[in-house]
């Protein structure tokens, strides 16, 4: 098997959606300074985003929509159609200097992940996982849905089968427009109930193929284990995948700011260790993770556990550095920022016990047909 790949860009750094936005932190830029400050990113393993273009776009997209997101960006100005028809321009998805090349790289990086992945491999797209975007419009900080154009070009480069597993703290709505009711795409989310876009309670089987984990505040190490090892590991065993495209997204530890869960950083990579070798493809994506330390250690983590990188328990000094110079401007968590997310990847875990409402999620599901 040849070398995981990582598929990055510049374009990330120094990207903002705005001084008041979640998405005003560091995010790739991190991950690919601090895996080279640990010798984990040679250049033969780095792949440079190409940016996706239009034609490509709007195998799922709407020509319109593409072409009123290239427009904003020339102009850097919504108009109230934009905003009417596209979503373009609210508090949510803002105007920003890169609105459509940023989008359209991390597009065009999971679209290559699915043709470098057409042989069998491992592809990280840390920028991808913008699992809310819709075909019209923008949704939720996301204006393209790079999971479903990813594994729509898994399908072009003939892999069938696709298991999509998301740990975002969010419901995957976009990703459930585009593949809900594909016999051959099994999705499995586990995600913060109640919370934003409110889409995805257990009760939705999004068309027949997915399992909505939609767990209760607090959800901690313990309890992803279980779900981990009671649902997700024997649903997708059992659905033999060509592919898994696992959604790693940071806003499910603890010190996220806009979700209520309690994971540490652990409970991600453990699901990512028990799934890499259950396919002969697996494509990581980022995802949602707003806090720059946490996304920054988890994200890092990811790419050397697919390396078979030990990681270590103290950051040699040039990665402390990395952490040390980043900046939470406008959030209580960047004040006084605690050690260890300078000198470590890896969080305490947070273990705790199973609640009942986590074990009734798991029951319920159990009880739909395997795919
Ligand atoms: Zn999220």
């Known amino acids: 098997m040849t070398s995981p790949l990582f598929i990055g860009h510049e374009i990330y750094r120094g990207s903002s959606y705005g001084r008041w936005h979640p998405l005003r932190v560091p995010r790739v830029s991190t991950v690919m300074d601090l895996s080279r400050a640990l010798g984990w990113l040679p250049k033969g393993q780095f792949v440079t985003s190409p940016r996706a273009k239009p034609e490509a776009l709007v195998n799922w997209h709407t020509a319109d929509y593409i072409g ?4 904003v960006e020339a102009d850097q100005i919504a108009t109230a159609q934009d905003l009417a028809r596209h979503d373009i321009g609210s508090v949510t998805n803002p105007v920003f200097p890169e609105i459509f090349r940023r989008p359209a790289t991390a597009a065009g990086g999971s679209i290559l992940a ?3 992945l057409c042989e069998g491999g491992v592809v ?11 075909p019209n419009r923008a949704n939720g900080f996301c204006y393209l849905n790079d999971p479903v154009l990813a594994m729509l070009s898994l399908r072009q480069f003939g892999v069938r089968r696709i298991a999509f597993v998301d740990i975002d703290a969010h419901h995957p709505d976009g990703v459930e427009v585009g593949f809900g009711g594909d016999p051959d795409c099994l999705m499995i989310s586990v995600h913060e109930a ?3 876009p409110r889409s995805g309670p257990v009760e939705n089987d999004g068309g027949g193929n997915a399992l909505n984990v939609a767990v209760p505040r607090g959800f901690n190490d313990s309890e992803m284990a279980f779900v981990r090892d009671a649902l997700i590991l024997p649903r997708v065993q059992a659905f ?3 592919a898994i495209v696992l959604l790693c997204g940071a806003d499910a530890v603890e010190e996220d700011p806009l979700s209520h869960l309690q994971l540490s950083n652990n409970a991600h990579w453990d699901v990512l260790r028990r799934l890499m070798n259950m396919a002969p493809r697996l494509l990581v994506l980022g995802g949602g993770g707003y806090n720059p330390w946490s996304v920054g250690r988890l994200w890092t983590g990811v790419w050397g556990i697919l390396n078979g990188h030990d990681l270590p328990a103290t950051l040699p000094t040039q990665a402390q550095g990395v952490l040390r110079a980043l900046r939470f401007d406008g959030n209580r968590r960047g004040k006084n920022p605690p050690e260890h997310w300078f000198t470590t990847l890896q969080d305490d875990p947070r273990q705790g016990d199973v609640r009942d409402e986590v074990k009734e999620a798991v029951r319920q599901l159990l009880k739909r047909p395997v795919l």
Do not use: I, K, S
């Not at 009123?68 to 427009?71: D, E, F, S, Y």
């Not at 990280?124 to 819709?134: E, F, L, Q, S």
């Open 68 to 71: 009123a997101l290239q427009r």
């Open 114 to 116: 699915g043709e470098l």
């Open 124 to 134: 990280y797209n840390p920028a991808g996982g913008t699992h809310h975007g819709m």
């Open 194 to 196: 109640r919370l934003w």
């Open 240 to 242: 033999m995948p060509d």
